[in-house]
């Protein structure tokens, strides 16, 4: 567990982040991350009718979010924690922004990545100065050799969600948009594991009352969707969507923040995100990846209405494969 940097609430196996949390991981990462840009376009005002304020994260290191919660955990460290290291397992920006996070304050960081990992993001993360050990494309393997890593070096483990300074560096996005914009009537963010969507929805419920947080997430990965509806986790099976940043099921630590303080989860469809994501590079020139898509597909698909209201978005990354974009045949 973490220690005493951390205000946390038990309640039965849950354990809870503060806005306090939030703001002192905003303090300790602001040398290190983009303080990324809120961004509107009339185009997309008039295609979804809502005024729409776009949290351009694919703008920050890294290409994602991500790089947020990385950092508040690997600043957060004790300097003997520090000497260490970090480790993780991780196929995706994850792994990117825990690398670079490590070797900007200088430590070593240890990425276990499937075998089977796309060469880009090896390159990436290597690019980042991670030290990569490789294993079967199985979590069974990628826990157990994260552990061996553990065991024998000492280093902290940093999962990609399911942590509390992973959670509070992330709810940092949504603090810098209500403060560029405090009179939002709601705030879309994606969700995969939770991370992301439980450190918004701390961030923005504690922040302003009555506003309103929503997630989004694709009809073919809907495990949030279905476990909000069952009041208990549902683990993703056999997932499908071209969003493969929100192919994640939801974490312990995550879950019961998301029950409590999201609206709902609004799934969106392939097509959709497809669609909004194109309609994003053409007409605001903002370069977004599927799973960032997802926000401005609620909107585009009109599964609720949020028409003439302030709606905040998280546009959570931008790391596309420009040889496989989804609207090329």
Same mark, same amino acid.
Request: aromatic content about 6%; some cysteine.
């Given at each position: 567990?973490?220690?005493?940097?951390?205000?946390?609430?038990?309640?039965?196996?849950?354990?809870?982040?503060?806005?306090?949390?939030?703001?002192?991981?905003?303090?300790?990462?602001?040398?290190?991350?983009?303080?990324?840009?809120?961004?509107?376009?009339?185009?997309?005002?008039?295609?979804?009718?809502?005024?729409?304020?776009?949290?351009?994260?694919?703008?920050?290191?890294?290409?994602?979010?991500?790089?947020?919660?990385?950092?508040?955990? &690997?600043?957060? #460290?004790?300097?003997?924690? $520090?000497?260490? =290291?970090?480790?993780?397992?991780? /196929? !995706?920006?994850?792994?990117? @922004?825990?690398?670079?996070?490590?070797?900007?304050?200088?430590?070593?960081?240890?990425?276990?990545?499937?075998?089977?990992?796309?060469?880009?993001?090896?390159?990436?993360?290597?690019?980042?100065?991670?030290?990569?050990?490789?294993?079967?494309?199985?979590?069974?393997?990628?826990?157990?050799?994260?552990?061996?890593?553990?065991?024998?070096?000492?280093?902290?483990?940093?999962?990609?969600?399911?942590?509390?300074?992973?959670?509070?560096?992330?709810?940092?996005?949504?603090?810098?948009?209500?403060?560029? &914009?405090?009179? #939002?009537?709601?705030?879309? $963010?994606?969700? =995969?594991?939770?991370?992301?969507? /439980? !450190?918004?929805?701390?961030? @923005?419920?504690?922040?302003?009352?009555?506003?309103?947080?929503?997630?989004?997430?694709?009809?073919?990965?809907?495990?949030?969707?279905?476990?909000?509806?069952?009041?208990?986790?549902?683990?993703?099976?056999?997932?499908?969507?071209?969003?493969?940043?929100?192919?994640?099921?939801?974490?312990?630590?995550?879950?019961?923040?998301?029950?409590?303080?999201?609206?709902?989860?609004?799934?969106?469809?392939?097509?959709?995100?497809?669609?909004?994501?194109?309609?994003?590079?053409?007409?605001?020139?903002?370069?977004?990846?599927?799973?960032?898509?997802?926000?401005?597909?609620?909107?585009?698909?009109?599964?609720?209405?949020?028409?003439?209201?302030?709606?905040?978005?998280?546009?959570?990354?931008?790391?596309?494969?420009?040889?496989?974009?989804?609207?090329?045949?």
């Amino acid at each position: 567990m973490v220690c005493g940097l951390w205000s946390i609430v038990k309640r039965g196996y849950e354990m809870t982040i503060t806005l306090t949390d939030i703001q002192q991981a905003a303090q300790r990462i602001k040398p290190y991350i983009h303080r990324t840009p809120v961004l509107t376009n009339k185009s997309l005002n008039e295609k979804v009718g809502a005024q729409v304020y776009m949290k351009c994260e694919n703008l920050q290191k890294v290409g994602a979010f991500k790089f947020r919660g990385a950092s508040n955990a &690997v600043w957060s #460290l004790t300097d003997e924690e $520090a000497a260490r =290291g970090v480790v993780t397992h991780s /196929s !995706g920006n994850h792994a990117q @922004a825990l690398a670079l996070a490590a070797k900007m304050r200088g430590i070593p960081a240890y990425i276990v990545m499937p075998s089977n990992a796309p060469q880009v993001k090896k390159n990436a993360v290597a690019g980042y100065g991670g030290q990569i050990t490789f294993c079967e494309p199985t979590l069974e393997a990628r826990e157990s050799t994260m552990e061996g890593i553990r065991l024998r070096t000492g280093a902290s483990v940093v999962h990609p969600y399911d942590n509390e300074r992973v959670m509070a560096g992330q709810g940092t996005a949504a603090l810098e948009l209500l403060e560029e &914009v405090p009179d #939002l009537d709601v705030i879309l $963010a994606p969700v =995969g594991g939770g991370g992301l969507l /439980s !450190g918004t929805s701390i961030a @923005a419920t504690e922040t302003k009352k009555g506003i309103r947080v929503i997630a989004a997430e694709p009809e073919m990965a809907d495990d949030a969707f279905r476990s909000m509806q069952a009041g208990k986790i549902i683990p993703s099976q056999n997932p499908k969507t071209i969003a493969d940043g929100l192919l994640t099921s939801l974490g312990v630590l995550t879950y019961p923040v998301i029950k409590e303080r999201v609206e709902q989860v609004v799934t969106v469809s392939e097509a959709g995100i497809v669609d909004s994501m194109k309609f994003i590079w053409e007409r605001a020139k903002i370069v977004i990846e599927p799973s960032a898509a997802t926000v401005i597909a609620v909107l585009w698909e009109r599964k609720i209405d949020l028409s003439g209201l302030k709606v905040g978005v998280i546009l959570s990354g931008g790391n596309v494969d420009l040889e496989k974009l989804p609207w090329q045949k």
